[in-house]
């Protein structure tokens, strides 16, 4: 009853490169399975994602679309939302997917039982209760995230920036201070030296 495009298979992937299954990757796992769907893989730098967050859910786009942060096709622009851009080099396709606050009765109850495990002094006997009542919940959730249409999941927008660049290679510059070679568009110029970011900020 996963919704289409998502098996176990795709599930266990995910899963065995972020190192633990949470919400946050489920979230991933579907944003990851439509970018696949809408742009293909990204073999090269055909395929490039714009992340907007740096926590769980990207590493679903790492595992399962092929951007990653080491091949210069995954770029980190921290608005702190739920969202990935995703762009195709070769026609210029792009769309932003903004992950949607999933309201609802599930979701504030979650909220609330947070709440009310935070407090002091809870007598075992309700933690537990309220433990295992967090756990159903956080269960249904996550199939929810894991088996609904996806227009309910995240928003399709259209890019808010344009394609970001190919990714260069830049020349190395030796810092003058610390004497650490530095990609020289990170070098910084303070009192006619060349300097490594470490060393200006001193
Ligand atoms: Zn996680
Ligand atoms: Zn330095």
């Not at 998502?6 to 946050?24: E, V």
């Not at 927008?157 to 190395?172: E, F, S, V």
Request: negative net charge; aromatic residues 6%; proline residues 2%.
């Amino acid at each position: 009853m996963y919704a289409q495009g998502i098996t176990q298979d795709i599930i266990d992937r995910a899963k065995a490169f972020h190192g633990h299954w949470c919400g946050g990757l489920a979230l991933g796992i579907r944003a990851a399975v439509w970018a696949v769907e809408n742009f293909g893989t990204a073999a090269d730098e055909e395929v490039v994602a714009v992340t907007e967050t740096d926590m769980c859910g990207v590493d679903a786009i790492q595992a399962l679309v092929g951007c990653t942060l080491g091949k210069g096709n995954l770029l980190f622009r921290d608005t702190g939302k739920i969202a990935f851009t995703f762009y195709r080099r070769r026609d210029g396709k792009q769309r932003r997917i903004v992950a949607k606050l999933r309201g609802g009765e599930v979701k504030s109850r979650i909220l609330g039982l947070r709440e009310e495990l935070a407090a002091e002094g809870l007598p075992a006997e309700t933690r537990r209760r309220l433990d295992e009542e967090l756990a159903e919940l956080r269960k249904k959730d996550l199939e929810f995230v894991l088996s609904a249409p996806f227009e309910e999941i995240f928003d399709i927008k259209p890019a808010l920036h344009d394609m970001p660049g190919m990714a260069q290679r830049l020349p190395t510059i030796l810092c003058e201070n610390c004497g650490e070679g530095v990609m020289s568009s990170r070098i910084v110029e303070q009192d006619g030296r060349q300097l490594c970011m470490d060393c200006a900020e001193k």
